[in-house]
């Protein structure tokens, strides 16, 4: 069973800074690009950012460009997302998964989605 565990989220005020991080076991974690994804009420779930398995490139949606940073662990199979100048439109869940995101059954291991970190920026 592949498990996403996320945590770091919380209550923070516009322009403020907030550090993310997933642990994830039962799959080589190394060898698979991941990626932070985020689902606020009502909207569908997005991608925000991407980092390939060598964490060579990264990728990030235009809307966070410039404010977030992905990054990943390798050897510990964790993957983080440094947050900072917060806006109140960041506020949603936060997930990690692979890229694309899998949930299901792939290569003999079970894939599904983590119970995701609350982010919410207000004033």
């Known amino acids: 069973q592949v498990q996403f565990v996320e945590s770091g989220g919380g209550v923070v005020q516009p322009g403020g800074s907030l550090r993310l991080s997933c642990a994830a076991s039962g799959f080589t974690f190394s060898t698979y690009p991941m990626a932070w994804y985020r689902q606020a009420p009502g909207k569908e779930r997005e991608l925000v950012a991407g980092i390939t398995s060598s964490t060579i490139g990264t990728k990030y949606a235009e809307s966070v460009k410039g404010r977030f940073t992905i990054s990943r662990d390798n050897a510990k199979k964790t993957l983080s997302l440094q947050m900072n100048s917060l806006k109140p439109e960041d506020t949603a869940v936060y997930y990690c998964?692979?890229?694309?995101?899998?949930?299901?059954?792939?290569?003999?291991?079970?894939?599904?989605w983590g119970q995701g970190t609350q982010v919410t920026v207000t004033s």
């Open positions: 998964n692979t890229d694309p995101p899998r949930s299901g059954s792939y290569d003999f291991r079970t894939y599904a």
